[in-house]
């Protein structure tokens, strides 16, 4: 999927969120970006998705990502979300929606991108371009239509 980036952020000053955020701008193709946030030791992988990009595979696969599997439940309730106060870096501020996971990216107070699940972003990618190749528009049926109508039949070839 896309270009494969790690990123280190340490401090809302660093700059690197603007970098990947520049390239995947520039390109308009998602960006898979490993976040080491200070303090934690786990790494956060995430899609940094531009905006135009999450418009056009949501518009091709209008149904929503699946819920998580049953054993994600039980640790959801575990776990009260944290509050999602808005992060500045540099130009960029990030807001974490509380359900779903999704991060946005402003610039300007302009959402440029979006940080999904490594996974949602596949299911939406590959979803949006499954629905996409079995729609034809209504000038490209009629058309399609016509040209089968002027075929031979089995029978006369």
Do not use: C
Request: aromatic share 8%.
């Amino acid at each position: 999927m896309g270009i494969q980036i790690d990123v280190v952020v340490g401090y809302p000053i660093n700059d690197e969120v603007e970098r990947v955020l520049g390239l995947a701008e520039a390109v308009g193709e998602p960006v898979t970006v490993t976040f080491m946030w200070e303090g934690r030791e786990e790494a956060e992988r995430a899609v940094l998705v531009p905006a135009a990009t999450l418009a056009l595979w949501e518009h091709w696969a209008p149904t929503a990502y699946p819920a998580s599997g049953a054993g994600e439940e039980n640790r959801a309730v575990a776990e009260e979300p944290e509050l999602a106060h808005p992060v500045e870096f540099g130009a960029f501020t990030l807001f974490r929606r509380r359900i779903g996971g999704r991060t946005a990216v402003a610039r300007k107070g302009v959402v440029v991108a979006e940080l999904l699940d490594p996974d949602e972003a596949h299911w939406l990618q590959e979803r949006a371009r499954t629905v996409r190749q079995g729609f034809m528009d209504p000038k490209q049926k009629a058309a399609f239509e016509e040209f089968l109508a002027r075929q031979a039949s089995l029978d006369e070839q």
